[in-house]
């Protein structure tokens, strides 16, 4: 049997215990894990492992993010298991939505910008413009991390439903 067959039904099996609603593999080397957290939020993964036995990870829903390489089949499922109390003590959030579309918005902007200067010759007056208000968005964020009150992740264990974590 292929180790990376090995590998990915080891993880497989503890995404199925962590709730995975879906496990889609491709060649014993892609792996597709969908989580239904309720209310419509859906968190989905997809993980490589690579030819090093390594594990390259990138979040897919409710938005793309990369989150890059994992050495260890255990270090995967801890990150998803974290990931996954994240976005189930967020979806409880009143600004839950804000913070989705505003997550959509940020990949819109990303996408938009390689089509742009990729595809079009765009003035320089007008990349300094695009590059200070990205700039001043960017700062206003930075800006939040003092000003904003952290969670803290061991209370919001303490006081969610052991069993919504399973």
């Known amino acids: 049997m292929n180790r990376n067959s090995i590998t990915g039904d080891f993880i497989n099996i503890n995404l199925r215990q962590l709730g995975a609603t879906s496990i889609k593999e491709y ?3 892609m792996h597709i894990a969908e989580f239904d957290l309720g209310d419509g939020l859906i968190v989905s993964y997809v993980f490589n492992i690579t030819r090093h036995n390594k594990f390259f990870l990138q979040r897919v829903q409710p938005y793309a993010m990369i989150h890059g390489k994992f050495a260890s089949d255990r270090e995967i499922i801890e990150f998803i298991e974290e990931d996954l109390l994240h976005f189930k003590n967020a979806k409880n959030s009143s600004n839950f939505n804000s913070f989705l579309l505003i997550s959509h918005l940020g990949h819109h902007v990303t996408e938009n910008i390689e089509k742009l200067f990729l595809n079009y010759n765009v003035d ?3 990349l300094e413009k695009i590059k200070e208000e990205l700039s001043t968005s960017l700062n206003d964020i930075l ?3 003092e ?3 952290k969670i803290n992740f061991e209370s919001a264990k ?3 439903d052991l069993d919504e974590l399973e």
Do not use: R, Y
Request: hydrophobic share 35%.
């Open 143 to 145: 800006e939040q991390f």
């Open 27 to 29: 060649n014993s080397i």
């Open 124 to 126: 320089a007056d007008k």
């Open 158 to 160: 303490e006081t969610m």
């Open 147 to 149: 000003q904003a009150k």
